[in-house]
């Protein structure tokens, strides 16, 4: 084997993998006393609640509605009584509007065709199947959580030449896309097909790093008897899910700085949200479940569950065996791009790929030393910024000259402040100046 | 169960790397040249370093807990480096009052007062060194020969560098080849047989130290490949010329601070550019420079002035060159 293995070019970390769960296939976690369904689990406008307390619900039925182009429906992941309205707190620590729901029993919506057979015929027209998955409330499910039918909704004047399906779960610790591409393989093929189709597209990428082998040769095994798929394997390197560089090492093509995929003819989608479009086009089933890890050194039972959306955090932890005594952070997400919960009962949503649970000996950060120059934060970014000087221009709230800088560039991978040997907080400054900066270029176009 | 969790932002991992553990693989990388130091240079070698070491880290101790009135960062081991680069950099029969006041002007001036480690403009070693040079011309270039006297410190035996041999025979009208026989051969050069600085005569113990940083990923190949190849290929432009008053390249690699200096002081954090580009152009200006001074100038040797005005010129490199970004077509936002 003399071919190099592709992956991007520019920058990029390899933080130790920890991929424990990547054994445990996924287990239906029960289903819990009560959900919390937020309205907002999609970037763009926040769902309208279509129920009121006291309303008798069925699993998949839509309680929310989508108020906007950018935005998504809300489904019931249960059956039972609405109890509240209040707003709950989710993985951002913010309070936010929230419908809450009592369980009983576990009736699904008629429409909903929940047996086991795999259908692969595609029998809709591209324009139903937009519309289908606008209806089911996809969003991305790698942890963007963009609505998935306005990516699929290709501006007029672009065409799509190409999809991408994000199966490299570069995060540490998370193996939920993983035990998905070996245990509902056919089901992504045929969801994979349903958005070439949706694109009109002759031909789907997959791309998969090489610490999943098993799930390489299982998908390239399938892939013969899927037209147009090729499943790429890539060299372990994060950010590579990020989706400019799975691009990027996937097609040698790069997206234009401020610009889309799109702009140079592709779409990118992650395996779950593929799996999701499948359920949604051929069996009518809203997104109303996900695959989540939970994991963590110190888990008695790291796993992988099939979790209905709104389930507290806490129920699945206790599934895993618990919540270690020596806790001292819970991350929902991965370790690099995760969010630090104040709360364990804060709920599933959409975009939760994973439950990271960390000891406290390793929760805390290091105090910040000085900048040394080292120039190491410049080699890893993989956007080809320079974070020292974002970060002392962050301090110095140089808001104009950090956009020139291309501060927006950055994707928040984490890679520099990972990286940093004086242990600088990196990222805090960039992110919060990227709010600034955002500011300062939505006030020009007004 | 108590439910407190930390809550901070990503990323919620860390490579373990920290300025201590990069600072102490310098100082590893610096040991073949300081055991080869000790072979040739015996006890003064010894002492030069010590001293040096002592004092640097002493005198960033006193300066931040008395002046600047912080916790001391000694632990850092800059200091170290500094105090051992310093070393490197002076005869080892240097009279111990002189290396102390080299060490105050390191760390007090060139270091501290410009806000300390990771603020100071120019390479506090580099700094000193010349300001020894200037302020002790005769006692910074009275150069031990190596192995004569290893059990003498003060009153080692002392010869000219070859640099200082083909600098003088050259102006006297002599040509290269005639100075042959006082000047060592090129494998003599590589084992560090020849008068000069502590630390920097053993090419190949340096060379060592070249591998390691790489290796442990202290520094990146492109300051000190760009300042061998800027080196390597003006010298051999006038060497081409007239081989009569010129020196071959590989002499002049081997010879003087060239490797001491692109390894260990040109690569230097905090005075050097952030990005290969920069990198690049650094290490062509210290190369030229050198050769420029070596060959035109009134000093034999010219890395550490070289070093000293790139290092002022790094603000700017850093400045107006940039990394090549990802996506560089930009979409403008209307």
């Known amino acids: 084997m003399l071919n190099v293995l592709k992956t991007f070019k520019k920058g990029g970390v390899h933080p130790p993998e920890n991929k424990i769960s990547a054994v445990q296939p996924v287990e239906v976690l029960p289903l819990p006393a009560k959900v919390f369904i937020p309205l907002s689990q999609h970037i763009g406008a926040p769902a309208e609640a279509l129920v009121a307390k006291g309303d008798r619900v069925k699993a998949g039925q839509l309680i929310a509605k989508s108020t906007g182009f950018v935005s998504a429906n809300v489904h019931s992941s249960v059956s039972g009584i609405v109890e509240s309205l209040e707003p709950v707190m989710d993985s951002s620590g913010y309070k936010r509007p929230a419908i809450t729901i009592n369980v009983e029993g576990d009736d699904w919506e008629p429409s909903v065709d929940r047996s086991p057979d795999l259908r692969k015929e595609i029998t809709l027209s591209a324009q139903d199947i937009v519309k289908k998955i606008a209806e089911a409330g996809i969003v991305g499910l790698g942890g963007a959580t963009f609505p998935t039918h306005v990516k699929l909704s290709v501006p007029t004047g672009k065409k799509a030449e190409m999809l991408v399906i994000n199966g490299v779960e570069c995060e540490p610790f998370l193996t939920s896309d993983h035990r998905l591409m070996l245990e509902r393989s056919h089901e992504l093929m045929v969801g994979i097909q349903i958005l070439m189709k949706a694109l009109d597209v002759p031909k789907a990428l997959i791309g998969i790093e090489i610490n999943k082998p098993d799930a390489i040769s299982h998908l390239q095994s399938l892939a013969k008897s899927y037209g147009g798929i090729e499943v790429q394997p890539l060299k372990v390197k994060y950010p590579q899910g990020g989706e400019k560089q799975l691009i990027k090492a996937l097609t040698g093509r790069e997206v234009p700085s401020g610009g889309l995929p799109i702009d140079i003819g592709v779409v990118v989608h992650n395996v779950g949200t593929a799996l999701a479009v499948y359920e949604a086009v051929q069996k009518s089933k809203p997104l109303v479940e996900r695959i989540v890890t939970v994991t963590g050194k110190n888990l008695a039972r790291p796993s992988n569950f099939l979790v209905r959306i709104g389930t507290p955090v806490s129920a699945l932890i206790a599934a895993a065996g618990g919540l270690p005594d020596d806790t001292g952070k819970v991350v929902s997400g991965g370790p690099m791009m995760g969010k630090a919960v104040s709360s364990i009962d804060v709920p599933v949503t959409k975009g939760t790929s994973g439950i990271l649970v960390i000891p406290a000996t390793e929760s805390k950060r290091k105090p910040e030393g000085v900048c040394i120059r080292c120039a190491k934060c410049v080699s890893v970014c993989p956007m080809g910024l320079e974070p020292y000087l974002l970060y002392r221009m962050g301090q110095r709230m140089q808001y104009s000259q950090m956009e020139v800088e291309r501060v927006l560039d950055c994707m928040e991978c984490g890679s520099c402040s990972f990286e940093c040997p004086a242990n600088l907080f990196l990222l805090d400054f960039i992110r919060l100046s990227k709010v600034e900066v955002g500011k300062i270029v939505r006030e020009r176009k007004n | ?334």
């Open chain 2, 1 to 334: 169960m108590d439910n407190r969790f930390v809550v901070s932002p990503s990323p919620h991992v860390h490579s373990g790397k920290s300025t201590s553990q990069l600072m102490l693989n310098v100082v590893l990388a610096l040991m073949p040249a300081f055991a080869v130091s000790i072979y040739y240079f015996g006890l003064g070698a010894i002492i030069v370093t010590l001293i040096s070491v002592f004092s640097c880290v002493l005198f960033e101790y006193l300066i931040q807990k008395f002046i600047f009135r912080v916790k001391p960062t000694i632990c850092d081991c800059s200091a170290v480096v500094t105090g051992l680069l310093l070393a490197f950099n002076v005869p080892s029969n240097l009279p111990w009052y002189i290396i102390v006041l080299g060490s105050l002007f390191a760390i007090g001036v060139a270091k501290m007062s410009f806000g300390g480690l990771g603020n100071n403009i120019f390479n506090p070693a580099i700094a000193a060194r010349i300001f020894l040079l200037i302020s002790f011309p005769v006692q910074m270039t009275s150069w031990p020969l190596p192995v004569a006297s290893r059990l003498q410190y003060i009153d080692a035996i002392t010869g000219p560098t070859p640099l200082a041999i083909i600098k003088e025979g050259v102006k006297n009208g002599q040509t290269i080849s005639q100075m042959a026989d006082s000047i060592p051969s090129h494998m003599q050069l590589f084992m560090g047989l020849m008068g000069g600085s502590l630390g920097e005569i053993a090419a190949f113990a340096l060379l060592i130290g070249f591998a390691w940083l790489l290796i442990t990923r202290v520094i990146t190949w492109h300051i000190p490949v760009s300042i061998f190849a800027t080196i390597f290929v003006f010298t051999g432009i006038l060497w081409l010329i007239n081989p009569d008053i010129y020196a071959d390249p590989v002499f002049h690699l081997l010879t003087g601070g060239v490797m001491l200096g692109a390894i260990f002081m040109a690569t230097d954090y905090v005075t050097s550019p952030m990005h290969p580009k920069g990198m690049w152009i650094y290490g062509v200006g210290i190369g030229a420079l050198t050769v420029i001074i070596r060959v035109w100038g009134s000093y034999p040797e010219g890395v550490s002035f070289a070093i000293l005005i790139m290092n002022a010129f790094v603000p700017l490199i850093n400045r107006f060159v940039k990394p090549k970004r990802f996506g560089a077509v930009v979409i403008s936002s209307k």
